[in-house]
């Protein structure tokens, strides 16, 4: 059974600091992973998708890495800002059938100004 | 704009009762899902529709019961079978191709009285 972790549950940075935020998940057969933020009351937005054959993807100041055999993947946020304080989720496609996701808890995100 | 509307933003139960949770999308989208989100934990899929007058069980369909009468529309019933729905419920579509990336709507928090 595919479980996906995120560590850590929680973090605070000052404004201007790159950090990386971590995901876990125990079966490497994924078709692909996608990050999403969510801010509170919310519903997610796509982030960044990376396909399983893929070893990152970049968006602006947001870059996301994939590595299937040891299972990880990272989520690198350059410069950050007030406004990317959210709660970051990911999720890795499980079959071939719909997108049937199975989620992270989060990372709660807090940048202080 | 196009997007995902889900109605309404909050909605509180009484035991015994049956809610129904709208979702209505104009992206087009031939798939559509419905995810539970408890604090602390991710999303859990309940049910989902890959076409019209289709849909397939989830990990936790218990107690829920959904319609795909319209490519637009897809209802979430909440049955009085559920005995813990105090959640926030998430609809979410996307294309039906192998990486098609998650649309969210802003989500219902269902509460019971």
């Known amino acids: 059974k595919q479980e996906v972790t995120q560590i850590p549950a929680a973090l605070s940075v000052p404004e201007g600091e790159n950090l990386v935020l971590n995901c876990s998940f125990t079966d490497s057969a994924i078709y692909n992973l996608q990050w999403f933020r969510q801010d509170p009351g919310k519903g997610l937005t796509s982030l960044l998708l990376i396909q399983s054959s893929q070893r990152e993807q970049t968006s602006g100041r947001l870059n996301a890495s994939l590595d299937k055999s040891s299972g990880r993947s990272t989520l690198y946020i350059a410069a950050s800002q007030p406004g990317d304080s959210a709660t970051y989720l990911c999720a890795v496609r499980r079959d071939n059938y719909g997108q049937n996701f199975v989620f992270g808890p989060g990372t709660r995100l807090s940048v202080l100004p | 704009d196009g997007g995902i509307t889900q109605s309404p933003k909050y909605l509180f139960r009484k035991e015994g009762q049956n809610v129904t949770l709208s979702c209505e999308q104009n992206?087009?989208?031939?798939?559509m899902y419905w995810y539970r989100q408890d604090p602390g934990q991710g999303l859990r899929l309940i049910y989902y529709s890959q076409i019209v007058n289709d849909f397939q069980k989830g990990d936790i369909a218990e107690g829920y019961s959904v319609s795909r009468e319209k490519k637009e529309s897809f209802p979430l019933t909440v049955t009085s079978a559920q005995k813990n729905p105090t959640a926030f419920y998430l609809c979410?579509?996307?294309?039906?191709?192998?990486?098609?990336?998650?649309?969210f709507g802003s989500g219902t928090q269902l509460s019971v009285l």
């Open positions: 992206l087009n989208h031939d798939a």
């Open positions: 979410a579509s996307s294309l039906t191709g192998t990486d098609e990336k998650l649309f």
